[in-house]
C-alpha cells in the first residue's frame, strides 16, 4: 500500500560506503561526545573509570554486536520499519514489542533534539563571542542560554534541518552523511591529536583507563555500561532496523555491524580521551586540583553532568593556544555528529507512518511537529530532560530484549541461514545464535531486577516507589507501564493496515 503512495520507501543505499557511512551516522552522535564522558566520570571510583570501560567492552561483543546484526537481517528481510517488522517476524499477538521499541527511541529523540539545538547554539556562541575565561563565566553562559527562549528556537532548527535531510529519503540520507561523516572524522583526528599533546593530558588519560575493581560489585556500574553501550552504538533502538529496510540484496550483516560498532566506540574512546585529557591538563596542571576535586566538578557540571561538554570545554580552549578555533572544530563535529543520529531518529518515526500508507511528506511534518512539542519539556527544564535520559535509556535494555525474541520468533537458524547467504560477509555463528537467543534476555531481565531488588533494599529503600524521583525505579515502572498497556490495548488498531 505504502509503496504505491510513496516511492521513497522502495529506495536503496546506492553503496556500500553510503551504508556504511549512513549507519556510522547512526552510531556517532551525542552518546560519543556528551554522553559517554559524563557516565565514565559518573560511574568511575576513587581510583579511575576503567572499571565502567570493561563492562562496556563487554557489552560491546555480548550485546550491541549482535544486535545490530539481528536489526540488520530483520530490516533487510521484512523492508519494514519497527513495528512492521515485529508484525512480520514476531506475529500479529506480539507486534506491540514493535511499538515500544520505536516509542523507546522516538522518546529519546524528544530529548535529543534538544541536545542537537544546544550543540548548534555553542556552534554559534564560539564564533561571535570570546570564550569564557572562568568556570563563574561559562556557567553563566549556560545558565543565561537555559533561562532564555533560544533554547525553544534551537531545538526547532534542529528538527527542521533534520527533516530536511530526510525529506527525499534515502538518497538525501545517504548524500548529507557522505559528507558529514568524513568531516566528523578529521575533527575527531584533530582534537585528539590537540589534547593529548596538552601539559598533563597523560594523568587524564591514566584515569580514564584505570580500574577501580570494587565498582565491578556494584550493578549500577553494570547497567551504567550496558545503557551506555547500547546508546553509543545504537544497538536495540530500531534505527539500524529502519535503515537496513533499504539495503541492496548483496550487502551483508555480520562486517557492517562490526565496523559500525567497532568504529563507533573507537570515536567515544577518542571523545573520553579528548574531555578527559583536557579537563585534567587544565584543572590538574594549571589550577592545582587533585583527582577527587576534578573529577567532583565532572560529576555536578549541571544536571547528571548534562553541562559538562558545553560547561567546561569552552573554557578550557579558552586556555589553549589556537584555543578558539579548535572550540569551532569541536563544536562543529559534535553537531555534526549529533545531527547525523537525529535524522536517522526523525526517519524511523517517519517511516512507522509510511508503512501505514502515509505520504511522506505529511509523515516528516506529523513527525517535525510532536517532536518539537514533546521536547519542550526538557527545553523548559533540565531536569526532566536527564530524567528522560534515565528513563528511556534504561529502555534500550528492553528493546534489545524485544528484538532478540522477535529473532527467536522468526527462528533463528533461519536467520541465520540467511545472513550467512550473503558472499563475501563474515558468517554469524553459534556465538551470534547463543547471544541472541539466550544472553541478551537473560541479561536484560537479570540486571533490570538486581538494579530493582537493591533500589529497594540497599539504593534508596525509602524513596524507590517515587514516581516523582526523577531518577528512581518507580518513575521507570510507570513510564515504561503506560506506554506498554497503551500498545497492548491498541494493538490491533496500531498494526490495522501494515
Known sequence: MSSQLDNSVNQRFSSRLGLLVSALGIAVGT????RFPRIAAQSAGEKGAGSFLIGWVLFLFLWSIPLIIAEYALGKKHRSGPIGVFLKAAGRRLSWMGSFVAMVTIAIAFYYAVIVGWCLFYLVQVL?????????????????????????????????????????????????????????LVIILISVTRAVSLPGSVEGIRYL???????????????AALTQNAWDTGAGWGLFLTYAA????????????????????????????????????????????????????????????????????????????????????????????SFTSLIAMLEL???????????RSSAILIVVLIVYLAGLPSVINVNFLSNQDFVWGLGLIISGAFISIA??????????????????????????MFNISYFIPAAALILLLWWLFLSATVFAPGDWMNPFNPFSVMTCLVQWGTFLVIFVLCNRFIIKGL
Request: overall charge positive.
Open 407 to 432: 529473532v527467536s520468533k522468526n527462528k533463528v537458524r533461519v536467520i541465520t541461514a540467511e545472513i550467512n547467504a550473503v558472499d563475501g560477509d563474515w558468517k554469524a555463528g553459534r556465538w551470534w
Open 209 to 223: 583507563f584505570t580500574p577501580d575493581w570494587s565498582q565491578l560489585k556494584e550493578p549500577s556500574t553494570w547497567l
Open 31 to 34: 552518546g560519543n561526545f556528551w
Open 128 to 184: 561571535i563571542i570570546p570564550l569564557p575565561g572562568s568556570t563563574e563565566e561559562a556557567f553563566h553562559i549556560w545558565n543565561n542560554f537555559q533561562d532564555s527562549a533560544w533554547p525553544f528556537l534551537f531545538h526547532l532548527i534542529a528538527i527542521t534541518l533534520a527533516a530536511l535531510a530526510i525529506w527525499k529519503g534515502i538518497r538525501s540520507i545517504e548524500k548529507v552523511n557522505t559528507i558529514l561523516i568524513p568531516c566528523l
Open 349 to 359: 518515526a517517519s517511516r512507522v507512518l509510511l508503512d501505514k500508507g502515509m505520504k
Open 246 to 337: 533499504y539495503m541492496q540484496v548483496k550487502h551483508g550483516a555480520v562486517k557492517n555491524a562490526f565496523i559500525t560498532a567497532l568504529g563507533n566506540n573507537t570515536i567515544s574512546l577518542f571523545a573520553g580521551i579528548i574531555i578527559f585529557s583536557t579537563v585534567f591538563s587544565v584543572l590538574h596542571i594549571e589550577m592545582g586540583m587533585q583527582n577527587p576535586e576534578i573529577l567532583s566538578i565532572m560529576k555536578s557540571s549541571g544536571p547528571a553532568s548534562t553541562g559538562l561538554t558545553f560547561i567546561w570545554l569552552p573554557q578550557l580552549y579558552q586556555r589553549m593556544f589556537f584555543g578558539k578555533p579548535l572550540a569551532f572544530i569541536f563544536f562543529l563535529g559534535l553537531f555534526f555528529a
